[in-house]
T-cell receptor, first 113, second 109 residues
């Protein structure tokens, strides 16, 4: 596609429910990143996929968070048993092999009530 | 450990005034450094990277390894420069970017 697509754009969920956030990167981009953006905290790295290599999960804040990337393309970030502190904008970015900069999606705003 | 520090949460300047957004980093090697910008209701986008030594929208940033800084500068700020600016670092392209907490720039007429 022309850009990085994320869905849904907004998600309101009840505390304790599971949510799935989707990212569709630019076609052909081998690297895919998930970040969390919250007020006063900037961009917090969550997870990084590079081709067929094992993902770098070092940024996931707890075992309630997980992500997968199927077929080297679409990625899904899953948050289980959501808590109010999970409320944030979740950003996805992808990068082509010969590029330095990331292309970001518009994000999913998650609100846990 | 890598760390990116942007000491100013908010910076307000008048139109036409010079602006400098500070970024300091801690990393023992030779990192790659970037500035990203997010305008209101728009996606985060790359502004410039130190390796290219370019000027984008009148902004420049020089890597000072002695002071471990990568400050973003513009001699004459414009109202359309009002946005959130993030400094970011990576050891190399094989790692994810580590972002600072951002500086909100407000340029007033």
């Amino acid at each position: 596609g022309a850009g990085v697509s994320q869905s849904p754009s907004n998600k309101v969920t009840e505390k304790g429910k599971d949510v799935e956030l989707r990212c569709d990167p630019i076609s052909g981009h081998t690297a895919l990143y998930w970040y969390r953006q919250s007020l006063g905290q900037g961009l917090e790295f969550l997870i990084y996929f590079q081709g067929n290599s094992a993902p770098d999960k070092s940024g996931l804040p707890s075992d309630r968070f997980s992500a997968e990337r199927t077929g080297g393309s679409v990625s899904t970030l899953t948050i289980q048993r959501t808590q109010q502190e999970d409320s944030a904008v979740y950003l996805c970015a992808s990068r082509g092999r010969q590029e330095y900069g990331y292309t970001f999606g518009s994000g999913t705003r998650l609100t846990v009530v | 450990a890598q760390r990116v520090t942007q000491p100013e949460k908010l910076l307000s300047v008048f139109k036409g005034a010079p602006v400098e957004l500070k970024c300091n980093y801690s990393y023992s090697g030779s990192p790659e450094l970037f500035w990203y910008v997010q305008y209101s209701r728009q996606r985060l986008q790359l502004l410039l990277r130190h390796i290219s030594r370019e000027s984008i929208k009148g902004f420049t940033a020089d890597l000072n390894k002695g002071e471990t800084s990568f400050h973003l500068k513009k001699p004459f700020a414009q109202e359309e420069d009002s946005a959130m600016y993030y400094c970011a670092l990576t050891p190399n392209s094989g790692y994810a970017l580590n972002f600072g907490k951002g500086t909100s720039l407000l340029v007033t007429p």
